[in-house]
């Protein structure tokens, strides 16, 4: 079969998966007076539609920033007045000054549903097609199952789809950055980048890499020649495009201000809801070069840690469905256990150190039984969050274990990400591959 | 991952787990009045008892199924009990809790278990080339179009029918007969007209063929009939077999006297010549043609515009109507039509048998028959068409519209159009293109005349005055392409050679 009929047929199975979640309920769903995200969205598409740019970050009568007030960058802003625009014209009581708060309605679930599906498409799908075409080993079948296996991701597909987010923009441009930066296309990487940094402050996570990444390539290449030249290309291409998406803020100094403070409220609590994990879980995902069977084991274990929200937002059938669908497939398609040979998860550097002290660990059938093991876990955990009541001294017992479990799960991850990292020959493959 | 499985079994496994997630997934979509029919089934079978069955009538939804379906209901119902006992009350109409909603969906999960069996069946019948590529093989190609098969995934899973598990006992049946076990192709069709008599309409198909391939148990060398082959003793068994099939399912009501009402209730003959939204066959074509007429008559003056009848055809309600110009139909009249059509087949299986090859195209040909001039045809009877061959004919619509399932449906169906073309393609590469370029005209017209049905109409002036245009234009284009491919069908049929070759699709 072609290539592009198997695209195809991917892409459509990730679109028919994401709109079947759609189906389901959302963040705070009938629940007033304050409702949850769903109602944060749609707030925000009042807030920015009703309101003067200069208001849209401070309190005043008409902006409660109390309730749900805007604590993204600006462009999320911009993206909820697109909306807001689109939303005027199908209906007006959708984003009504202050009657609209708490509108709940099937058109209206519907409209808001499908703006997560145009961006979905217009950005994040066409960045892991290129990004699994261009980045990933192996024939182009194995390829298009990579691609299929992380259109499918539960995590993403629970949150947007589910719950109710805007993820897929963030995480596509971010993977449009690493595109970006892959191909050598480092301005226009950067430029992406930058764009997802104003659309989610939270890809922070991701740009110490970004930086590291850029700065390594302009000392290799002469600071005081064309590594210099490129440098300052990089910077101003950063500068002009945090400018353009500030613009309306810089008038008055005390409106950047304003929009830091929104963006980072130091005087909230470490843990917001537990949706902070979530941004964990997604990080590990995207922040490195890895496919395949890194990608499944990081990404199979991260659904669980959303499960206490999942289970208040009344998501439990497509938790467990794509959590499912995903792990069988990827085992399927990938067959990522028998390609658990040191060689294959590159813990070749790594086996050779503890070969004297523990000549006996055979790796791949300890990861084997690891995987199994917390997968096990995953699911008596699932199991017990949902039909067993915790004792009466421990209420919160099952959420705690949750990211306990995950919380070992990751740092595990971190250790062995960082691993691979050091430990590995620098990989001239790819940069062939962009030159 | 678990006890080792070849690649194909693994790969079909793979395919029917994944439709199952996807169908778990719809469990909360929309569902029909279908839904609240079988729940009110599960209610009376479970809350009646037996002789009041077909008697019963608090809902609207009496049962019109026969007594085997009943009963599957029955054991059914037992089951629901453990998960909201108050669906199975009679009264509690139009009764959808979440644990409702979730048996139901489940019951139809799971009893698509057969239908994956049967397509198993089905696959082991097909010759492959070995050493294929996987994606390239006959099997694999026919268990997606089957198992992933987009106009039965919406209408039962998400309009809610138990369509897979009807269809799995029919490809099981077929698949009998192919692997010539012919007793069971036989039961298994007898149970399965005792499960939904619409099956009826393929029943002279599998008459005729047992009778002369299987009664007859040899042919000439030119491939006539041989008639002093013929086996008393299978034309017994086989007799044996059906009635008692018969016997188990309405023996309790001859013996209780009930034998007409259950008849009345199978078979309704008070509803119109076509449904409310009209089924893409031949009598869709004659009403337009009708229209057309009437509207020219009057526009000439031919016609008195007072004397023409008031009765909508493509009104919202099931009711009996007169044409206005060409003469009317009669339940009779279309009898005599579905049985003119599929003579010349069953003809030609009797004379020319061409093995369970020729049994299939005859099947297919009747039940293609029966939808073109049946009377009060449901455009979902086009599935009984479509899956024995897996054709790719785009008549199934759900009967209401509603745009949350919009996307879904369009994502389905260009899942299943892109697979079935590239695969159909890759399959039948030596023959020449798989489509001539009427045929792909045709089906590239679907877009626009979506895309004005869909999105367009609704935006114009006329959407409050003449609602029902787009679907009846939908139907009409429709018919023009199920009667093209009943023609074509027929004329393979009746020009196919001996050798088995595999007729083109669509």
């Known amino acids: 079969m072609e290539n592009w009929s198997l695209i195809s047929l991917c892409v459509l199975l990730g679109l028919t998966s994401r709109w079947a979640v759609s189906f389901h309920s959302y963040s705070g769903a009938g629940k007033p007076p304050i409702f949850g995200d769903y109602e944060?969205?749609?707030?925000?598409?009042?807030?920015?539609?009703?309101?003067?740019?200069?208001?849209?970050?401070f309190n005043n009568t008409n902006n409660d920033l109390n309730y749900w007030g805007l604590d993204y960058p600006p462009l999320t802003a911009y993206h909820s007045l697109v909306c807001a625009y689109v939303a005027k014209l199908l209906n007006p009581e959708w984003v009504e000054l202050h009657a609209s708060r708490g509108y709940e309605s099937h058109s209206h679930k519907l409209f808001m549903r499908a703006t997560v599906l145009f961006t979905d498409i217009l950005i994040y799908i066409p960045a892991v097609l290129l990004y699994c075409f261009y980045f990933c080993d192996g024939s182009s079948k194995q390829k298009v199952a990579t691609a299929l296996c992380i259109l499918?991701?539960?995590?993403?597909?629970?949150?947007?789809?589910?719950?109710?987010?805007?993820?897929?923009v963030s995480l596509g441009l971010a993977l449009w950055g690493t595109l970006g930066l892959g191909l050598g296309w480092d301005l226009f990487g950067c430029l992406a980048f930058t764009l997802t940094l104003n659309y989610k402050q939270m890809e922070l996570y991701h740009s110490l890499p970004f930086f590291c990444y850029l700065l390594g390539k302009c000392i290799k290449q002469g600071l005081t020649g064309r590594g210099f030249f490129h440098l300052v290309k990089i910077s101003m291409t950063v500068l002009v495009t945090f400018a353009l998406c500030w613009m309306p803020f810089l008038s008055d100094p005390k409106q950047p201000l304003q929009v830091l403070h929104r963006l980072f409220p130091v005087g909230r609590g470490l843990f917001e809801d537990k949706v902070a994990n979530t941004w964990c879980s997604l990080n590990y995902i995207s922040s490195y070069h890895v496919c395949e069977t890194h990608l499944i084991i990081a990404g199979g274990h991260s659904g669980i840690i959303m499960l206490p929200l999942l289970l208040k937002d009344g998501l439990l059938l497509p938790y467990v469905v794509t959590s499912l669908a995903f792990l069988f497939l990827s085992l399927y398609l990938l067959?990522?256990?028998?390609?658990?040979?040191?060689?294959?998860?590159?813990?070749?550097?790594?086996?050779?150190?503890?070969?004297?002290?523990?000549?006996?660990?055979?790796?791949?059938?300890i990861i084997k039984w690891k995987f199994w093991f917390s997968l096990v876990?995953?699911?008596?955990?699932?199991?017990?969050?949902?039909?067993?009541?915790?004792?009466?001294?421990?209420?919160?017992?099952?959420?705690?274990?949750?990211?306990v479990l995950s919380f070992l799960h990751f740092l595990g991850f971190i250790i062995y990400f960082n691993q691979v990292q050091l430990m590995e020959p620098q990989r001239k493959k790819s940069l062939k591959k962009t030159n | 991952m678990a006890a080792p499985m070849t690649n194909d079994q693994s790969c079909f496994f793979a395919l029917a787990l994944g439709v199952s997630f996807l169908k778990c997934l719809l469990i909360n979509a929309y569902h029909s009045t279908d839904f609240e029919v079988h729940r009110n089934w599960l209610a009376l079978t479970h809350s009646l008892p037996v002789p009041q069955w077909y008697y019963e009538a608090t809902s609207e939804w009496t049962l019109d199924y026969p007594p085997l379906f009943a009963w599957f209901e029955?054991?059914?119902?037992?089951?629901?009990?453990?998960?909201?006992?108050?669906?199975?009350?009679?009264?509690n109409l139009n009764y959808a809790s979440p644990a409702t909603i979730l048996f139901q969906r489940l019951s139809v999960i799971v009893a698509d278990v057969v239908f994956f069996y049967a397509v198993k069946e089905c696959c082991k019948c097909l010759r492959e080339d070995k050493g294929k590529d996987l994606l390239g093989k006959p099997s694999f190609i026919l268990t997606v179009l089957l198992l992933w098969n987009f106009g039965l995934l919406i209408v039962d899973h998400i309009h809610f029918q138990y369509n897979g598990f009807l269809f799995g006992v029919l490809l099981l049946s077929i698949a009998r007969h192919f692997q010539n076990r012919h007793f069971e192709g036989a039961l298994l069709f007898s149970v399965l007209f005792n499960l939904k008599h619409i099956y009826l309409y393929i029943a002279p198909a599998y008459g005729i063929y047992l009778l002369r391939c299987f009664c007859f148990t040899q042919s000439n060398a030119d491939g006539s009939l041989q008639w002093r082959s013929f086996s008393v003793v299978r034309l017994v068994t086989l007799g044996t077999i059906v009635l008692s099939t018969f016997a188990v399912s309405f023996g309790p009501f001859i013996a209780l006297g009930q034998l007409p009402q259950v008849l009345s209730r199978l078979f309704p003959?008070?509803?119109?010549?076509?449904?409310?939204?009209?089924?893409?066959?031949?009598?869709?074509?004659y009403n337009i043609a009708d229209k057309a007429f009437s509207i020219l008559g009057v526009k000439f003056k031919l016609l008195d515009i007072n004397k023409l009848p008031k009765a909508s055809m493509t009104g919202g309600l099931v009711q009996e109507f007169q044409h206005s110009v060409l003469p009317s139909v009669s339940p009779l009249a279309t009898l005599v039509c579905t049985l003119l059509s599929i003579l010349p087949a069953l003809f030609r299986i009797w004379h020319r048998p061409n093995g369970a090859r020729g049994f299939l195209r005859c099947l297919v040909i009747c039940a293609l028959g029966s939808f073109m001039f049946g009377w009060h045809v449901h455009e979902k009877a086009i599935l009984m068409a479509i899956l024995p061959l897996s054709r790719l004919l785009y008549t199934v619509r759900s009967v209401q519209k509603n745009s949350q399932q919009l996307p879904i449906k369009i994502f389905l169906m260009l899942l299943f159009t892109i697979f079935s073309l590239t695969s159909l393609k890759t399959l039948f590469r030596k023959g020449g293109a798989l489509l001539n370029p009427l045929e792909a005209t045709y089906l590239l017209g679907l877009i626009p005349l979506e895309l004005i049905c869909e999105f367009v109409y609704p935006l114009t002036v006329w959407q409050k005055t003449f609602p029902f245009l787009p679907l009846m234009l939908t139907s009409v284009y429709c018919a023009l392409g199920v009667t093209y491919a009943f023609i074509r069908l027929y004329i393979s049929l009746l020009t196919c050679s001996d050798n088995t070759k595999k007729i083109k699709t669509q």
Not at chain 2, 74 to 91: N, P, R, T
């Open chain 1, 152 to 168: 499918l991701y539960p995590g993403l597909i629970l949150i947007d789809y589910g719950h109710f987010q805007y993820n897929s």
């Open chain 2, 269 to 285: 003959f008070k509803r119109g010549l076509c449904h409310a939204y009209w089924a893409p066959n031949i009598w869709a074509l």
């Open chain 2, 74 to 91: 029955y054991g059914l119902s037992h089951i629901a009990w453990f998960f909201d006992k108050e669906m199975l009350v009679v009264q």
């Open chain 1, 377 to 403: 876990a995953m699911a008596a955990l699932s199991f017990t969050s949902v039909w067993l009541k915790p004792p009466a001294k421990l209420p919160d017992l099952f959420p705690v274990l949750v990211s």
């Open chain 1, 335 to 365: 067959s990522a256990l028998e390609r658990s040979t040191e060689e294959e998860l590159r813990l070749g550097l790594y086996r050779k150190h503890t070969q004297h002290w523990l000549p006996k660990l055979n790796l791949s059938r």
């Open chain 1, 40 to 57: 944060a969205q749609r707030h925000w598409q009042e807030v920015t539609y009703n309101l003067p740019v200069h208001e849209w970050y």
